[in-house]
T-cell receptor
Framework: SAVISQKPSRDICQRGTSLTIQCQVD?????MFWYRQQPGQSLTLIAT?????????ESGFVIDKFPISRPNLTFSTLTVSNMSPEDSSIYLC???????????FGSGTRLTVV | GEDVEQSLFLSVREGDSSVINCTYT??????LYWYKQEPGAGLQLLTY?????DMKQDQRLTVLLNKKDKHLSLRIADTQTGDSAIYFC???????????FGTGTLLAVQP
């Protein structure tokens, strides 16, 4: 299965600032997915990132708040912009390596906004 | 409904079987998954089932799928204290097969 390197693993940020999270995959994948896990909650899909096109955002998430880059088939970034304490969550990237063995997740970025 | 539903909490004694249930939303979902999340840890894929199957067994894990009722279950045989975690079901949905997660079930195993 694919191996994802996600960083940073955690950060504490001031409100009003932005944080960019990176995910690097050890193989080429068509789509990468970004999720948010708020404290004590399940995972919610933020957007799907396809190389060469704009990301597709789920209801309740917008590009101005969560801009995504997908410059090639092994890399993606998610930026959390103009942060507020409500953005404190774990953010995870995920890929489907297409081997029929299930989706792989990064180790997550634990974000605390103060 | 719109959500993938799971019961919030399950408590079992060590050595007993655990059954975690999930009701999903999309009858056209091709794959359904079970993930495990231990405290402070990432997501671990436990097992998955293709939609044309009604059962899959993998060592201590048995997955049952009822497509008519859109119901998925995970049975853990001989549950151990190390199985204590949150368990999420997920369905692969839509043209991109994006994963939609259930609400999660906290499994507590009593010694």
């Amino acid at each position: 299965s694919a191996v994802i390197s996600q960083k940073p693993s955690r950060d504490i940020c001031q409100r009003g600032t932005s944080l960019t999270i990176q995910c690097q995959v050890d193989s080429q994948v068509t789509m990468m997915f970004w999720y948010r896990q708020q404290p004590g909650q399940s995972l919610t899909l933020i957007a799907t990132a396809n190389q060469g096109s704009e990301a597709t955002y789920e209801s309740g998430f917008v590009i101005d708040k969560f801009p995504i880059s997908r410059p090639n088939l092994t890399f993606s970034t998610l930026t959390v912009s103009n942060m507020s304490p409500e953005d404190s969550s774990i953010y995870l990237c995920s890929v489907d390596p297409g081997t029929g063995t299930g989706y792989t997740f990064g180790s997550g970025t634990r974000l605390t906004v103060v | 409904g719109e959500d993938v539903e799971q019961s919030l909490f399950l408590s079992v004694r060590e050595g007993d079987s655990s059954v975690i249930n999930c009701t999903y939303t999309d009858s056209s979902s091709t794959y359904l998954y079970w993930y495990k999340q231990e405290p402070g840890a990432g997501l671990q894929l436990l097992t998955y089932i293709f939609s044309n199957m009604d059962m899959k067994q993998d060592q201590r894990l048995t997955v049952l799928l009822n497509k008519k009722d859109k119901h998925l279950s995970l049975r853990i045989a001989d549950t151990q204290t190390g199985d204590s975690a949150i368990y999420f079901c997920a369905e692969a949905k839509g043209a991109t097969n994006k994963l939609i997660f259930g609400t999660g079930t906290l499994l507590a195993v009593q010694p």
